[in-house]
């Protein structure tokens, strides 16, 4: 199973730049059957996900990828945090298509000697 970190600080996996985000905020743990389990590691403003068009805080809640959850006052789903899309968010782990191909760099027998 999956774990991610989320907070404002940059050594967490999930990093959002929001004031109102304590800086290890949050787990977020992948589930087989495709949920999450969001964990609130007793954040300062607290987290929340939507509820009949209200939000309630929790400790701990199962969502789905696209559910509105509040981290803080920052609103975003899981799945735009674990993708990148959220625009005020920086995940720090790296998947296959975010390393570059650096081959064309590359020369035989080694770098150049001066």
């Known amino acids: 199973m999956d774990c991610y970190l ?3 600080s940059n050594d967490n996996d999930i990093v959002l730049n929001n004031v109102t985000v304590s800086r ?3 787990e977020v743990r992948c589930r087989p059957d495709g949920l ?3 964990v609130d ?3 300062t403003v607290g987290s929340f996900v ?3 068009g209200e939000w309630v805080q929790f400790s ?3 969502v789905e ?3 509105p959850l509040r981290l803080g006052e920052h609103k975003a789903t899981i799945a ?3 993708t990148g899309e959220d625009e005020f968010s920086r995940i720090t782990v790296p998947t296959l298509k975010e390393v570059p191909d650096i081959s064309q760099f590359a020369t035989e027998g080694g770098p150049e000697k001066r």
Request: hydrophobic share 40%; no cysteine.
């Open 65 to 67: 990828p696209d559910e």
């Open 80 to 82: 735009r945090l674990l």
């Open 50 to 52: 939507m509820m009949d």
């Open 41 to 43: 590691l007793d954040s």
């Open 60 to 62: 701990q809640a199962t």
């Open 6 to 8: 989320v907070g404002r």
């Open 36 to 38: 999450y389990d969001v």
């Open 24 to 26: 290890r905020h949050a």
